[in-house]
């Protein structure tokens, strides 16, 4: 089994659904953090997390919400889809560490908005 | 700000030779590290490679090398003897510990395509 595993690892859904992407992680890792990759701009982070009661914004956190249910779980939603939130979402986890400590990805989720 | 960037965004080269990828980094941080990720067509997120601002000698894995030129700010990767599977988006990546918030800042990445 993966150490980060996202479900669903696809999914298409309609304009203004509410969608929610699950993240879980058998690391034991503090860290956890979304982030969405479009093409030509790489990944860039949606939110973050470094314990159950600390949840933080990224650079492209409008029209996203969080939840840290428990250190191994972090679910991404989205209240409203639209269509210029198609793209591939990964979740990550690392351990509380310094500027070597390495991320840890799970497979993607890649989400349609129709 | 921080920042990546990645001026290549589509590189080929011929199997079996070696192939830079370039990155430049902007921080005004003295501590950092710096990361490579290989995304291959099926999309999983795989590491490659790290260096830290501090150490003085390029960071090698195998095939992959890092050319570190710290006071250019670049960190481009080296892929000696390329092969068919190394055809992937490569991305480069940088961590800053700052403030206890170790988050990971991305480049728009380099699609690598090797020919046989």
């Known amino acids: 089994d993966a150490d980060v595993t996202q479900t669903p690892r696809n999914r298409i859904t309609k304009t203004g659904k509410r969608i929610m992407l699950e993240c879980s992680q058998t690391k034991g890792h503090d860290r956890m953090y979304w982030y969405r990759q479009d093409p030509g701009l790489g990944l860039r982070l949606i939110y973050y997390s470094f314990d159950v009661k600390d949840i933080n914004k990224g650079e492209i956190s409008d029209g996203y919400s969080v939840s840290r249910q428990a250190q191994a779980k972090f679910s991404l939603s989205l209240e409203s889809a639209i269509p210029n939130q198609t793209a591939l979402y990964f979740c990550?986890?690392?351990?509380?560490?310094?500027?070597?400590?390495?991320?840890?990805f799970g497979q993607g989720t890649r989400l349609t908005v129709v | 700000a921080q920042k990546i960037t990645q001026t290549q965004p589509g590189m080929f080269v011929q199997e079996k030779e070696a192939v830079t990828l370039d990155c430049t980094y902007d921080t005004s941080d003295q501590s950092y590290g710096l990361f490579w990720y290989k995304q291959p067509s099926s999309g999983e997120m795989i590491f490659l490679i790290y260096q830290g601002s501090y150490d003085e000698q390029n960071a090698t894995e195998g095939r992959y090398s890092l050319n570190f030129q710290k006071a250019r700010k670049s960190a481009n990767l080296v892929i000696s003897a390329s092969q068919l599977g190394d055809s992937a988006m490569y991305f480069c990546a940088m961590r800053r510990p700052r403030g206890g918030y170790n988050k990971l800042i991305f480049g728009a990445g380099t699609r690598l395509a090797v020919h046989p």
């Open positions: 990550a986890t690392s351990a509380a560490g310094t500027e070597s400590t390495e991320a840890f």
